[in-house]
């Protein structure tokens, strides 16, 4: 099982924030170019997204499922990977002090890829693992510096005041 942990320095909710939108999990997660979000709400129970892994010319489309959310806490995936299986993917975020901790826990859970799991393949998704949670650290220091809007946020426009106008941003 390969489990990894990173100290990203920004607040837990930052990282929450990062984790729970869908279109950005291709920003931090090693290996995939793109990620939409195709069922459900994100990361509620259920959700999925379809993700696309690129070598080369070679192109593959996936999907990974959200088995269990403790919104701000826990976050525990179902990537699918066609004909290796699925693997069982753990993500816990932790106050600490004002920074955050974050530990990820990886392993097979259906498939060729637990037939396969030796000692090799768990060096290689360590190495995963470090890059991708240096991924999340850049992507979550980015989000506290320039904090993403969320869709049909509004904002007061040049001149109005809390009482009045604003624009509506999509």
């Known amino acids: 099982m390969a489990q990894r942990h990173r100290l990203i320095r920004v607040s837990p909710a930052t990282v929450w924030r990062v984790l729970a939108d869908g279109e950005r999990y291709a920003q931090w997660v090693v290996g995939t170019a793109s990620s939409t979000p195709v069922r459900g709400h994100w990361p509620a129970v259920g959700a999925a997204i379809e993700y696309q892994v690129r070598l080369g010319p070679v192109r593959a489309t996936n999907e990974t499922v959200v088995r269990r959310c403790e919104a701000g806490s826990v976050l525990e995936l179902e990537a699918k990977a066609g004909p290796l299986g699925t693997a069982r ?52 220091e980015a989000e506290q510096e320039h904090p993403r809007r969320a869709l049909g946020t509004v904002t007061a426009g040049p001149g109005t005041g809390p009482a009045g106008g604003g624009e509506a941003h999509a």
């Open 89 to 140: 993917i753990a993500i816990e975020v932790r106050p600490w002090g004002e920074h955050c901790l974050v530990i990820v826990d990886e392993h097979p859970l259906r498939g060729m890829g637990g037939a396969l799991h030796n000692a090799g393949v768990e060096a290689l998704i360590q190495l995963r693992h470090r890059a991708m949670l240096a991924r999340l650290a850049q992507v979550c």
